[in-house]
């Protein structure tokens, strides 16, 4: 059975930092892209950033672009998403998608993404 599991989230002040893991269990993910989304009640799954297949491929959201970063360690079959400078708007429930197809650059779209998380909720104070 494939699982993601995302850790890491938390409260943290306007202006500080957080790291989220997303685990892969079940199978590899070394040739598949994978992607960070985050929601907040009311509103749809938001796009926030994706990391291709091999790693040299990131792309973000104009909302985190410049402040998060997102990379992944394949010997721990395991992607990151380092999060700087967070803001009030920032806080939501984030969630760690795998692609079920191989050697893709990875997307903004969630329809893209087979595997999903259950989330981790991160908080900002102001």
């Known amino acids: 059975q494939v699982q993601l599991v995302e850790s890491g989230g938390g409260l943290v002040q306007a202006g500080g930092s957080l790291r989220l893991s997303c685990a892969a269990s079940?199978?590899?993910?070394?040739?598949?892209?994978m992607g960070w989304f985050r929601q907040t009640p009311g509103k749809e799954r938001e796009f926030v950033a994706a990391?291709?297949?091999?790693?040299?491929?990131?792309k973000y959201a104009d909302s985190v672009n410049g402040r998060f970063t997102i990379s992944r360690d394949k010997g721990k079959n395991t992607v990151y998403l380092h999060m700087t400078n967070l803001k009030p708007e920032d806080t939501a429930v984030y969630y760690c998608a795998g692609d079920q197809d191989t050697y893709r650059l990875g997307s903004n779209y969630p329809e893209y993404y087979e595997y999903w998380g259950q989330g981790t909720q991160v908080t900002v104070s102001a």
């Open positions: 990391i291709s297949w091999s790693g040299s491929s990131t």
């Open positions: 079940g199978r590899t993910f070394d040739t598949h892209a």
